[in-house]
């Protein structure tokens, strides 16, 4: 039997973000139950409900968590110490009020400051209001010791604080960090000179306060002898590193969580400062942009620490070999890059990511034995060179012109093609398949009866594709998925409702007869699935529909609709999307930004273009937190109004007025039990007919 020191036991606990979790350590023995008992600081929790549950079975005396809101209020008399409160939402729920400000403040220890000033073309919002109100009450933050956020914010606090440094020796933060301005990162200029004095001026130079600043490159060598003794008392970080860059401060970069950024092609004298950093703060993630010269054929070897490489930003006026070996890198992304030539091997490459790019070309010499993912979206002219074979399993692209591939691929999984034009790949082989030619050579539409009895391929609204040397034209969808019907049957002018089946738009989801899961949990990334096309019946269509507690079919008009069901813990988003203008599916939930709705899991919101909207029932909408509950939630469409609007159970929980036409439905999520879709095949939930009465 293997016994555990308790120090290792607090430490692992302290990573665990979700009540379930410590539910699980709980139940490994009794000395696992003594560790949480005995902690004076929370895990570093995700969500709300996580920590309400951990403050009313134990007693720690300081709040870790970036999630604070009104619920904690309650627990603030037994608690000393709060660290980087979410006062953001307090504000958004009208809960920042005096007597909070008046509890909080004083037990807050660290602390992070927005802008009071929006970015650029930006009205004022939330952030730049709380940010506002931090300053006017910063004496009342007389015990904090860090003090992260925007440069301008943190001189009007210590001015504010100090009184322009007449109070300079009172409790003053330890740690003084600045990584912003105005929401941007900051480069080397005089407006950036003079607040940094302005913060020296209101701290006492006594060595016992640690003042750091994070350029967004590194100062050339003129940078550095113009700025005199203000790096004396401030350290200086920068996140590029750069080919002007002077070697006297080039270990200082800002490496965060692994990963490493740098700018311009790396060649000649530069290779040596570069590997140096490399080998000193061993990233696992290497960026590189702003390469749009190629000044020698000189091959930078990328160290063996790095695992991804993610080339962005970078456009040559013509054609250009890069001179790049990387050779032991695992996953390449590629965002924004044009003309650009790869010719050597990239032999240990399993994912390759193509992104808003042009003119991109990958020689018969640029190997890729182990590719097993590809993903090509909004990009134009790729070519894969050559008649090496491939292990690729998967293949997305959306919205790709002029790609074409004529290496072999063996036993291909899945294939899914969205808004492709003039896509070629003649060696692709996909098993228990009968790709022929269309049986009707006179229609434009080619004939998908054979190639749709794959599971392993989806093409949407595609032309010109050519498959083991055979062309389609005018494909208008492709739907494999067994659970779902696209062939409409009009019966006595009724047509049986139905959706066509949700598409990954990221690369670390699947979605099998009708159930969406994740390939591996990550809590910092973001997924998401779309169906298309969800608004495209008539207003006047007959759709027939059954709900789950009657016995007979309804009949509806002009209304679409679609229900999920999870259980236990997962941070999802369900909504819709202008299937015109969106266009970001990564990183992000839906509604997080333009063009899209979306209610959310983990606290009931609504969100809509961005921005949360107000709902009565946003305590009731919250769903997926409690672990061994099933909850089915569901997300519709009225076509006439253009109104969304979102169930929880049979309960109709709130309606958004949109602009949107032509509509997507669409999932996010960051972590997910499996979801099971309802596209329309079983009985609703909700009863559709009361949506159906209003109309």
């Given at each position: 039997?293997?016994?555990?020191?308790?120090?290792?036991?607090?430490?692992?606990?302290?990573?665990?973000?979700?009540?379930?979790?410590?539910?699980?350590?709980?139940?490994?023995?009794?000395?696992?139950?003594?560790?949480?008992?005995?902690?004076?600081?929370?895990?570093?929790?995700?969500?709300?409900?996580?920590?309400?549950?951990?403050?009313?079975?134990?007693?720690?005396?300081?709040?870790?968590?970036?999630?604070?809101?009104?619920?904690?209020?309650?627990?603030?008399?037994?608690?000393?110490?709060?660290?980087?409160?979410?006062?953001?939402?307090?504000?958004?729920?009208?809960?920042?009020?005096?007597?909070?400000?008046?509890?909080?403040?004083?037990?807050?220890?660290?602390?992070?400051?927005?802008?009071?000033?929006?970015?650029?073309?930006?009205?004022?919002?939330?952030?730049?209001?709380?940010?506002?109100?931090?300053?006017?009450?910063?004496?009342?933050?007389?015990?904090?010791?860090?003090?992260?956020?925007?440069?301008?914010?943190?001189?009007?606090?210590?001015?504010?604080?100090?009184?322009?440094?007449?109070?300079?020796?009172?409790?003053?933060?330890?740690?003084?960090?600045?990584?912003?301005?105005?929401?941007?990162?900051?480069?080397?200029?005089?407006?950036?000179?003079?607040?940094?004095?302005?913060?020296?001026?209101?701290?006492?130079?006594?060595?016992?306060?640690?003042?750091?600043?994070?350029?967004?490159?590194?100062?050339?060598?003129?940078?550095?002898?113009?700025?005199?003794?203000?790096?004396?008392?401030?350290?200086?970080?920068?996140?590029?590193?750069?080919?002007?860059?002077?070697?006297?401060?080039?270990?200082?970069?800002?490496?965060?969580?692994?990963?490493?950024?740098?700018?311009?092609?790396?060649?000649?004298?530069?290779?040596?400062?570069?590997?140096?950093?490399?080998?000193?703060?061993?990233?696992?993630?290497?960026?590189?942009?702003?390469?749009?010269?190629?000044?020698?054929?000189?091959?930078?070897?990328?160290?063996?620490?790095?695992?991804?490489?993610?080339?962005?930003?970078?456009?040559?006026?013509?054609?250009?070999?890069?001179?790049?070996?990387?050779?032991?890198?695992?996953?390449?992304?590629?965002?924004?890059?044009?003309?650009?030539?790869?010719?050597?091997?990239?032999?240990?490459?399993?994912?390759?990511?193509?992104?808003?790019?042009?003119?991109?070309?990958?020689?018969?010499?640029?190997?890729?034995?182990?590719?097993?993912?590809?993903?090509?979206?909004?990009?134009?002219?790729?070519?894969?060179?050559?008649?090496?074979?491939?292990?690729?399993?998967?293949?997305?692209?959306?919205?790709?012109?002029?790609?074409?591939?004529?290496?072999?691929?063996?036993?291909?999984?899945?294939?899914?093609?969205?808004?492709?034009?003039?896509?070629?790949?003649?060696?692709?082989?996909?098993?228990?398949?009968?790709?022929?030619?269309?049986?009707?050579?006179?229609?434009?539409?080619?004939?998908?009866?054979?190639?749709?009895?794959?599971?392993?391929?989806?093409?949407?609204?595609?032309?010109?594709?050519?498959?083991?040397?055979?062309?389609?034209?005018?494909?208008?969808?492709?739907?494999?998925?067994?659970?779902?019907?696209?062939?409409?049957?009009?019966?006595?002018?009724?047509?049986?409702?139905?959706?066509?089946?949700?598409?990954?738009?990221?690369?670390?989801?699947?979605?099998?007869?009708?159930?969406?899961?994740?390939?591996?949990?990550?809590?910092?990334?973001?997924?998401?699935?779309?169906?298309?096309?969800?608004?495209?019946?008539?207003?006047?269509?007959?759709?027939?529909?059954?709900?789950?507690?009657?016995?007979e079919v309804d009949v509806i008009k002009g209304i679409s609709y679609f229900e999920i069901s999870v259980e236990g813990y997962s941070v999802i988003s369900i909504g819709?999307?202008?299937?015109?203008?969106?266009?970001?599916?990564?990183?992000?939930?839906?509604?997080?930004?333009?063009?899209?709705?979306?209610?959310?899991?983990?606290?009931?919101?609504?969100?809509?273009?961005?921005?949360?909207?107000?709902?009565?029932?946003?305590?009731?909408?919250?769903?997926?937190?409690?672990?061994?509950?099933?909850?089915?939630?569901?997300?519709?469409?009225?076509?006439?109004?253009?109104?969304?609007?979102?169930?929880?159970?049979?309960?109709?929980?709130?309606?958004?007025?949109?602009?949107?036409?032509?509509?997507?439905?669409?999932?996010?999520?960051?972590?997910?039990?499996?979801?099971?879709?309802?596209?329309?095949?079983?009985?609703?939930?909700?009863?559709?007919?009361?949506?159906?009465?209003?109309?």
């Amino acid at each position: 039997m293997v016994v555990l020191e308790l120090s290792f036991l607090v430490r692992v606990v302290l990573e665990l973000h979700y009540k379930e979790d410590l539910i699980h350590f709980l139940l490994i023995n009794h000395k696992c139950e003594d560790v949480l008992h005995s902690l004076k600081l929370t895990p570093r929790f995700r969500n709300t409900p996580s920590l309400l549950w951990f403050l009313e079975h134990f007693s720690p005396d300081t709040i870790a968590v970036f999630c604070f809101d009104e619920t904690l209020l309650s627990f603030l008399p037994s608690i000393s110490c709060i660290r980087s409160p979410d006062l953001e939402s307090l504000y958004s729920s009208n809960s920042l009020t005096e007597n909070a400000i008046q509890n909080i403040f004083p037990k807050i220890v660290s602390i992070t400051l927005d802008s009071t000033i929006p970015s650029f073309g930006d009205n004022e919002n939330d952030s730049t209001k709380v940010a506002s109100i931090v300053i006017a009450n910063s004496l009342l933050l007389n015990h904090v010791n860090t003090l992260y956020g925007d440069l301008a914010s943190i001189a009007l606090y210590l001015e504010k604080y100090t009184e322009y440094g007449k109070y300079k020796y009172v409790h003053l933060p330890k740690i003084i960090h600045a990584n912003s301005l105005r929401g941007y990162a900051m480069l080397y200029n005089e407006e950036i000179v003079n607040l940094l004095r302005r913060i020296l001026l209101c701290v006492p130079d006594n060595g016992t306060h640690d003042i750091s600043i994070v350029f967004y490159r590194q100062l050339t060598l003129k940078e550095i002898e113009n700025s005199g003794d203000l790096f004396r008392r401030v350290k200086y970080y920068y996140i590029h590193a750069h080919t002007l860059m002077g070697e006297k401060w080039n270990e200082q970069i800002y490496c965060n969580k692994g990963k490493m950024r740098i700018e311009g092609q790396i060649y000649g004298d530069t290779k040596r400062v570069i590997d140096h950093i490399v080998d000193k703060v061993y990233p696992s993630t290497l960026f590189q942009q702003q390469v749009n010269n190629i000044y020698q054929n000189d091959i930078w070897e990328i160290s063996k620490c790095i695992e991804t490489y993610i080339l962005s930003q970078s456009r040559l006026n013509e054609m250009t070999q890069f001179p790049i070996d990387m050779s032991t890198v695992k996953f390449v992304f590629l965002n924004t890059v044009f003309n650009f030539e790869f010719t050597n091997s990239f032999m240990c490459v399993e994912k390759l990511s193509i992104k808003e790019c042009k003119n991109i070309i990958f020689d018969e010499n640029c190997a890729l034995p182990k590719l097993t993912s590809l993903r090509v979206l909004l990009s134009n002219d790729i070519i894969f060179k050559g008649n090496s074979n491939t292990q690729i399993e998967s293949i997305f692209c959306y919205n790709v012109q002029q790609f074409k591939c004529t290496r072999k691929i063996d036993l291909i999984r899945k294939v899914i093609l969205l808004y492709c034009k003039d896509f070629e790949m003649c060696e692709l082989d996909i098993p228990n398949t009968d790709i022929n030619t269309p049986k009707s050579k006179d229609d434009n539409k080619c004939n998908t009866n054979n190639i749709n009895k794959s599971r392993n391929i989806y093409i949407e609204c595609s032309e010109n594709l050519i498959f083991c040397n055979t062309t389609f034209n005018q494909i208008l969808i492709f739907d494999s998925d067994s659970t779902v019907s696209n062939d409409l049957d009009d019966l006595n002018e009724k047509t049986n409702y139905s959706m066509r089946r949700f598409v990954p738009m990221t690369d670390g989801v699947e979605v099998e007869n009708g159930i969406i899961t994740e390939k591996m949990h990550d809590s910092e990334t973001l997924d998401m699935v779309v169906s298309r096309y969800l608004s495209t019946y008539n207003i006047t269509d007959n759709l027939v529909v059954r709900n789950i507690n009657k016995k007979e079919v309804d009949v509806i008009k002009g209304i679409s609709y679609f229900e999920i069901s999870v259980e236990g813990y997962s941070v999802i988003s369900i909504g819709l999307i202008d299937q015109i203008n969106y266009r970001e599916f990564e990183g992000s939930q839906v509604g997080w930004r333009k063009h899209s709705v979306a209610m959310h899991s983990d606290d009931g919101k609504i969100f809509f273009d961005g921005k949360t909207i107000e709902n009565v029932n946003e305590k009731k909408c919250a769903f997926a937190s409690v672990t061994g509950v099933k909850k089915t939630v569901g997300c519709g469409f009225i076509m006439n109004t253009k109104e969304a609007f979102f169930t929880v159970e049979s309960e109709l929980m709130c309606k958004v007025k949109t602009d949107f036409t032509l509509v997507s439905a669409a999932i996010g999520f960051r972590i997910t039990n499996p979801i099971t879709v309802n596209y329309g095949k079983r009985p609703f939930v909700f009863d559709l007919k009361t949506i159906d009465k209003d109309i």
